[in-house]
């Protein structure tokens, strides 16, 4: 006897944004609204490996505690805006596919969305604010970061 194989997690986010309704439409722009901002942070994530090997690399200098917590603040200021646009998508799956009722789920959307761009745009600012500390220079320096957001 065959079981039938259940679909993946990635099947179901897709056939939940790409269904044969109306409502696809909405939430084809949320994915790729969010979709957009994941792909702009995913270079985060390549900076945020570079600064690792960074401080791999001259670990040996003893970079000192200061640099320890500004490094780790910066990595994860780094890395919040891409999850936290990851998370809006499968959230946004969660909630529509919940036992909720239908105001819950479309209030449950909108305090995500604003949720979600708090986090991004506070994620954004903190990134700009910690790599401007003189611990953390030298990498922006090197990297030709633009730290002023222009």
Request: glycine share 6%; with cysteine.
């Amino acid at each position: 006897m065959d079981t039938p194989k259940k679909p993946s997690y990635i099947k179901k986010l897709l056939t939940f944004y790409f269904a044969r309704r109306w409502q696809s439409l909405v939430t084809i722009f949320y994915l790729a609204g969010f979709g957009y901002f994941a792909v702009f942070y995913l270079g985060n994530l390549w900076l945020s490996l570079k600064f690792i090997g960074y401080t791999l690399a001259n670990s040996a200098q003893l970079l000192g505690l200061a640099y320890l917590f500004w490094g780790v603040a910066f990595l994860i200021a780094l890395l919040v805006p891409f999850a936290a646009s990851i998370y809006a998508l499968i959230l946004c799956y969660e909630i529509w596919t919940g036992e909720w009722k239908e105001w819950q789920k479309a209030l449950g959307t909108i305090a995500l969305i604003f949720a979600a761009f708090f986090i991004i745009i506070s994620a954004d600012n903190s990134i700009r604010l910690v790599a401007g500390q003189t611990e953390l220079e030298e990498f922006v320096t090197q990297e030709n970061l633009d730290i002023i957001g222009k």
